[in-house]
């Protein structure tokens, strides 16, 4: 993926944040309704990969914080 991908009908990739090792994290934007987001493009997968996706979504799920964003689903 690069930069300028739509990766849904409204999400857009602007550049890549950080990479970790389960996958990829990209600053988006939302071109239908405007504002930033962070998404987690997962790389090739591992045994567990997937949970441990799913394990850091839902305890994200659970901060309240102005400092944090809010988890969506693309």
């Known amino acids: 993926m ?15 944040l950080g990479r970790g090792s389960s996958g990829v994290v990209w600053l988006a934007s939302n071109v239908a309704i405007g504002g930033t987001l962070a998404v987690k493009v997962l ?11 799913r394990r850091e979504a839902s305890i994200i799920g659970r901060i ?6 809010a988890r969506e689903r693309a």
């Open 43 to 53: 790389g090739a997968a591992h045994e567990g990969a997937v949970d441990t996706v």
């Open 2 to 16: 690069q930069p300028g991908t739509l990766i849904s009908p409204h999400i857009r990739l602007e550049e890549i």
């Open 64 to 69: 309240q914080s102005p400092h944090m964003l």
